[in-house]
């Protein structure tokens, strides 16, 4: 018979990057720097939310966007059109950001004075919901052509986001897709979530997610 050793894993494998994500998130606070992560698949709307967030809030804070791709610079040039500070983030592949990845993408983009560091993470419902990256607050995005099945397939993800945006409702007529059974699955997955339904495209819901997201920020920097 071969022999052979049984290893029991007494901590866990992602211990020390929730180590480095609470030290950065500690850093932060001390700068008055609020870090939204925004995960979502590819395609959800992502960088056109972002768009629509900066044109909104850009007279009120000074705000910095962190574009995480495996390669391209697509989004971080549509970006810097908005005039918001901005950096490119390469993966190599990796199909998430942790919380090291995360502080060097800070640093690159200089944080100094930024009161909303926006981070775009890779397009992923699986990876990115494993790694903390030091955020102050998650946000994942929802598209309606993606269906409403989602919370049921990527639990982990819906479970450790703070906000849920429900994006393209403009379309809901041509999908099917149900915002009520999407709102029930994710409150028993996560009672605390805030669900709100967006048009990134027309600008429809936009006002309920900027105010969160000046609330968030505000009480951050001052408390």
């Known amino acids: 018979m071969e022999e052979y050793k049984v290893l029991e894993i007494k901590q866990s494998v992602f211990e020390d990057n929730d180590r480095q994500a609470e030290l950065l998130r500690k850093e932060l606070k001390k ?22 967030t900066i044109e909104a809030l850009k007279d009120e804070m000074k705000i910095g966007v962190l574009e995480a791709d495996i390669d391209s610079e697509v989004d971080a040039s549509t970006v810097s059109k908005t005039g918001a500070k901005v950096i490119q983030l390469h993966t190599g592949g990796m199909c998430h950001l942790d919380a090291d990845m995360t502080k060097q ?56 986001v703070d906000v849920l945006l429900i994006n393209k409702i403009d379309a ?50 001052e408390n």
């Open 105 to 160: 993408g800070l640093i690159g983009l200089g944080t100094e004075g930024i009161e909303l560091a926006i981070l775009e993470n890779v397009g992923n419902l699986v990876c990115p919901a494993e790694f903390d990256t030091g955020a102050s607050k998650n946000a994942m995005i929802l598209s309606v052509p993606e269906g409403d099945d989602k919370p049921l397939k990527y639990p982990l993800m819906f479970s450790i």
């Open 31 to 52: 700068e008055k720097t609020f870090l939204l992560n925004l995960m979502s698949s590819p395609g959800s709307g992502k960088t056109t939310t972002v768009l629509r």
């Open 172 to 221: 809901i007529d041509y999908f099917n897709f149900d915002i009520e059974a999407v709102k029930e699955r994710v409150k028993k997955l996560n009672p605390n979530i805030k669900v709100i339904p967006i048009s990134a495209k027309t600008g429809e819901g936009m006002d309920e997610w900027v105010e969160w997201l000046r609330l968030e920020v505000n009480n951050w920097r």
